[in-house]
């Protein structure tokens, strides 16, 4: 475990590398037409920032990589994976089932991608869920490994350690910070008003980032965010988001929907202190 002075200095070492790299990354996007121009693909890297930044702090600052937390994290490690993983199928239910059921937004199978054999909205919907919680997780968690090394493997605990007010709560602010700019001009998780969608985002996003660390926390593994954020990636946008449609589906869904907002404040606020969840307790960081 890092003392308060260390955890401080290897924040400031993360943030220097951090901060630069990703404002590369995400202004090269902006100004070359955004996640649906040429260079949309840089995504990848730009999730691997927050990884790469926490080798430099840890080697800069010779702190070593033994508390990286790849073990499982016992029961605890259990109960906040399965929790994680179910999350964001909890959320799309509610948000996305509430849109549908109301008239608020359509339901419609995509034009392209998986099962297209598969005619009837509702089978098809059921096969993409299926695939997206099995093979689909195990492939998006390798993107989501970039972020959450950095994030929950490196800047939570620090926080921690470094004795800030609140640092699970910062944690997530830092994270909704570092995706405002896609949101604002690279066209990510925006409705018809982008700036309503930057506030929207943050109110789903810092519950979000509160969960993965508690499970970090809690487990002292980052095997919990990294399933949680392969599933919510994999699952929220690749099969809720393809099967809505019509004028106002990003008003109500997605990542900065009003519905799918209220539906992770409620899980937050069930879950966020819960045993049965693997958030009730902390671990050791290291």
């Given amino acids: 475990m890092a003392t308060r002075v260390q955890a401080r200095r290897?924040?400031?070492?993360?943030?220097?590398?951090?901060?630069p790299v990703s404002?590369?990354?995400?202004?090269?996007?902006i100004t070359h037409g955004g996640l649906v121009g040429p260079f949309g693909?840089?995504?990848l890297p730009l999730m691997y920032t927050p990884a790469i930044s926490s080798i430099v702090a840890r080697t800069a600052g010779r702190e070593g990589f033994s508390d990286v937390?790849?073990?499982?994290?016992?029961?605890?490690?259990?109960?906040?994976?399965?929790?994680?993983?179910?999350?964001?199928?909890?959320?799309?239910?509610?948000?996305?089932?509430?849109?549908?059921?109301?008239?608020?937004?359509?339901?419609?199978?995509?034009?392209?991608?998986?099962?297209?054999?598969?005619?009837?909205?509702?089978?098809?919907?059921?096969?993409?869920?299926?695939?997206?919680?099995?093979?689909?997780?195990?492939m998006s968690m390798v993107s989501a490994f970039g972020e959450e090394l950095g994030w929950r493997g490196f800047m939570v605990p620090r926080l921690v350690e470094a004795q800030l007010p609140a640092p699970l709560l910062i944690s997530g602010l830092i994270w909704w910070g570092w995706h405002i700019p896609l949101i604002?001009?690279?066209?990510?998780?925006?409705?018809?008003?982008?700036?309503?969608s930057v506030l929207l985002f943050g109110a789903m996003v810092v519950p979000t980032g509160i969960l993965y660390g508690k499970w970090r926390m809690a487990s002292g593994s980052i095997w919990p965010s990294v399933v949680a954020h392969g599933a919510w990636n994999v699952l929220i946008?690749?099969?809720?988001?393809r099967f809505s449609s019509g004028a106002g589906a990003t008003?109500?869904?997605?990542e900065s929907g009003i519905l799918t907002v209220i539906a992770v404040g409620l899980l937050f606020l069930l879950i966020h202190r819960a045993p049965w969840a693997g958030t009730g307790r902390q671990a050791p960081s290291s």
Avoid at 10 to 19: D, E, K, R, S
Avoid at 23 to 29: I, P, S, Y
Avoid at 237 to 241: A, E, G, Y
């Fill in 10 to 19: 290897g924040l400031a070492i993360y943030f220097a590398v951090l901060i």
């Fill in 23 to 29: 404002a590369f990354f995400e202004a090269w996007v």
């Fill in 41 to 43: 693909w840089l995504v």
């Fill in 69 to 138: 937390s790849f073990r499982w994290g016992g029961r605890a490690g259990t109960r906040a994976v399965i929790t994680g993983w179910l999350f964001p199928v909890f959320v799309g239910f509610v948000a996305y089932g509430a849109a549908w059921s109301t008239g608020l937004v359509g339901f419609s199978a995509p034009a392209g991608g998986h099962f297209v054999e598969i005619n009837e909205p509702a089978l098809r919907f059921a096969a993409m869920l299926g695939r997206a919680l099995t093979i689909g997780t195990l």
């Fill in 184 to 196: 604002l001009w690279g066209g990510y998780a925006v409705g018809p008003h982008r700036f309503a």
């Fill in 237 to 241: 946008q690749s099969v809720f988001d």
């Fill in 251 to 254: 008003v109500w869904v997605g």
